[in-house]
T-cell receptor
Framework: DTAVSQTPKYLVTQMGNDKSIKCEQN?????MYWYKQDSKKFLKIMFS???????INETVPNRFSPKSPDKAHLNLHINSLELGDSAVYFC????????????FGEGSRLTVL | GENVEQHPSTLSVQEGDSAVIKCTYS??????FPWYKQELGKRPQLIID?????GEKKDQRIAVTLNKTAKHFSLHITETQPEDSAVYFC????????????FGGGTRVLVKP
């Protein structure tokens, strides 16, 4: 019974294409995140939503557009993909407040050719 | 915003020895400090956390210490085993930052049998 699930797990695409990654959590959490992990393993926050409302946007290019249709889902759409977008994207969720455990999805490995 | 520095970036130890990873943070409002372990190809998972009202916490072979005055915290793994080989991330979370969790750069730990 997966707590945070994201699809697809792997994405290989050409530069200039548009792609989406979907995320769902069944933990009843109010807050969801997207993190980007590059080849050097840095985990960098991109976005955070609390009850469908954007609360953190970490100067991510506007080619990246998150969408939260409800508090259990947070999707990430990327337009005009660039080589530098290649990374593993992790969805995560947490209860409201800053002291709860962050639960990660399995990650989506995006490769832009 | 919060900035978390983590050292060393790689650590090689003999099985049975201890491993120590150190982190510093910049935001004095941070009050929650978790540690995550990421095995190869897997998602990061919480292994231990500490809150700012506690100076030390232990869970079997893992312990964390926190020095609020100096703004640094450490992870100690005793009697290391090959399954401890992974990337470890420290993180810090300020009280009023929209539930943001900022990660350190990670430490790749290799336990040699």
């Amino acid at each position: 019974d997966t707590a945070v699930s994201q699809t697809p797990k792997y994405l290989v695409t050409q530069m200039g294409n548009d792609k989406s990654i979907k995320c769902e959590q069944n933990l009843g959490h109010d807050t969801m995140y997207w993190y980007k992990q590059d080849s050097k393993k840095f985990l960098k926050i991109m976005f955070s939503y609390n009850n469908k409302e954007l609360i953190i946007n970490e100067t991510v290019p506007n080619r990246f557009s998150p969408k939260s249709p409800d508090k259990a889902h947070l999707n990430l759409h990327i337009n005009s993909l660039e080589l530098g977008d290649s990374a593993v994207y992790f969805c995560a969720s947490r209860t409201t407040g800053n002291t709860g455990e962050l639960f990660f999805g399995e990650g989506s490995r995006l490769t832009v050719l | 915003g919060e900035n978390v520095e983590q050292h060393p970036s790689t650590l090689s130890v003999q099985e049975g020895d201890s491993a120590v990873i150190k982190c510093t943070y910049s935001d004095s409002a941070s009050n929650y400090f978790p540690w995550y372990k990421q095995e190869l190809g897997k998602r990061p998972q919480l292994i231990i956390d500490i809150r700012s009202n506690v100076g030390e916490k232990k869970d079997q072979r893992i312990a964390v210490t926190l020095n609020k005055t100096a703004k640094h915290f450490s992870l100690h793994i005793t009697e290391t085993q090959p399954e401890d080989s992974a990337v470890y991330f420290c993180a810090a979370s300020p009280r009023a930052a929209g539930n943001k969790l900022t990660f350190g750069g990670g430490t790749r730990v290799l336990v040699k049998p």
